[in-house]
C-alpha cells in the first residue's frame, strides 16, 4: 500500500509541472509561478524519499517518535545486511538514496564554489572608476562595472548581495535602458533573491536531468525575475523601457559569443507579456491548491496506511521474513 501511494504520487508531482505549463505562463501572476514551482519541487522530493524508504523499510514507521525512526531504521539494515540476497529491492532501493544524497551534497558544494568565484574582487580594478562614472554617474559600493567585453548583468552574495555590471552590455544599451537593467539587478539584492535563486541552482545542478525538476526550477527563477522586473518598471517609470531593456538582452544572447547571465534568465516571453499586459488577465490560484491539497490527501492516506500497517505489523512482518531469515538460522519474530 505504501508503494503504491509513493508511486503514485511521484507520477502525479511529475506530470503536473508538465500539465499546468500553459496555464502557468499564460494565467499566473509571479507568486503563483514561485509557489507553484516550489511546492511542486518539495512534492516530488517527499514522494521520491517515500518512495525509497517504503522499499528499504517495508514495515511501517513510527513517524512521530524520532527513536522509533532510528529503531526502524537499524533494524531495515540489520536485515539487509544479515540476508541481502532476500531483500534485493530494498538493497537497490538505499543504494539509490545515497547516490542521490551524494549527488545533492557535490551539487552544493560545487554552486557554492560557483558563487565564490562569481563574486568580484575587493579591489578596484583598472578603468573601473571611469567606466561606473561614464556608464552610472557616480560610484556605488554595492555596483561593480567591470572593464570586460563580454555583456554580464547579475547579482551575487548571499548575506551581502552585490551587482556586478559589464562595460560590454553597458555600451550596448541606452541611457534608459541602463536604468532598467540596474533597477533590476537592485531589486534582486533588496529582496535577497540570490538566496532563492542559490537554492534552486542547486536543486537544478543535482536533478535537472529530471524534466519535472528542471521545469519547476525554471518556473521560481521565471517568477523572481518578473518580480523584478516589476519594480524596475515602478523605478524608470515606464515598463516598456523594461521590455526594451529585454529584448535588447535577448538579442545579445543570440548574437554575442558569451551568454548574458543574469537578468536575460527565466521565461523572456512570460516576462514581456507581464510588463505590455497582454494576453486575457487572470489568475491560476487553483493550481497551487491543487498542489497543496493533493499533499495533505497523500499524508492523509500515508498515515492511514501505516496504521493499518502497524496493526499487522506483528504477524504479517514475522511470517514475511521467516522464509528468507530461516535459510541463516535467523529465529522468527514474534
Do not use: K
Request: net charge positive; aromatic share 6%.
Amino acid at each position: 500500500m505504501r508503494l503504491v501511494l509513493a508511486g503514485g504520487t511521484l507520477l502525479a508531482f511529475l506530470a503536473l509541472p508538465h500539465l499546468a505549463r500553459g496555464t502557468l505562463l499564460a494565467r499566473a501572476t509571479p507568486r503563483v509561478l514561485f509557489w507553484f514551482g516550489l511546492l511542486s519541487l518539495l512534492g516530488m522530493s517527499a514522494a521520491f524519499v517515500g518512495l525509497l524508504v517504503a522499499m528499504v523499510a517495508p514495515e511501517p514507521a513510527n513517524v512521530v517518535s524520532l527513536p522509533g525512526v532510528v529503531e526502524t531504521c537499524v533494524g531495515a539494515a540489520a536485515r539487509l545486511l544479515a540476508h541481502p540476497s532476500g531483500h534485493w529491492p530494498s538493497v537497490v532501493a538505499a543504494v539509490v538514496l545515497l547516490g542521490f544524497l551524494a549527488r545533492a551534497t557535490t551539487a552544493w558544494a560545487r554552486t557554492f564554489r560557483d558563487a565564490r568565484r562569481a563574486r568580484p574582487p575587493r579591489g578596484e580594478l583598472p578603468g573601473e572608476r571611469i567606466a561606473t562614472r561614464r556608464y552610472l554617474g557616480r560610484a556605488d559600493p554595492d555596483v561593480r562595472v567591470l572593464p570586460a567585453d563580454e555583456p554580464i548583468a547579475y547579482t551575487v552574495g548571499l548575506l551581502r548581495p552585490r551587482t556586478v555590471l559589464s562595460v560590454g552590455l553597458l555600451r550596448s544599451l541606452g541611457d534608459r535602458e541602463r536604468r532598467a537593467v540596474l533597477a533590476h539587478e537592485r531589486a534582486h539584492a533588496r529582496r535577497r533573491h540570490t538566496l532563492v535563486l542559490f537554492v534552486a541552482n542547486a536543486i537544478a545542478r543535482a536533478f535537472g536531468f529530471v524534466p519535472s525538476v528542471r521545469l519547476s526550477v525554471a518556473y521560481m527563477a521565471t517568477a523572481l525575475e518578473a518580480t523584478a522586473d516589476a519594480e524596475a518598471a515602478e523605478t524608470v517609470g515606464d515598463p516598456l523601457v523594461v521590455a526594451e531593456a529585454l529584448a535588447s538582452v535577448a538579442r545579445l544572447r543570440l548574437t554575442g559569443a558569451h551568454p548574458v547571465p543574469g537578468m536575460g534568465s527565466g521565461d523572456l516571453a512570460y516576462r514581456v507579456r507581464r510588463l505590455t499586459s497582454e494576453g486575457a488577465p487572470g489568475d491560476a490560484r487553483g493550481l497551487v491548491l491543487a498542489v497543496v491539497s493533493l499533499g495533505v490527501a497523500v499524508l492523509a492516506l500515508q498515515g492511514a496506511a501505516w496504521s493499518v500497517g502497524r496493526a499487522l505489523a506483528v504477524d504479517a512482518g514475522a511470517e514475511g521474513h521467516l522464509p528468507c531469515h530461516a535459510q541463516h538460522g535467523a529465529a522468527p519474530v514474534l
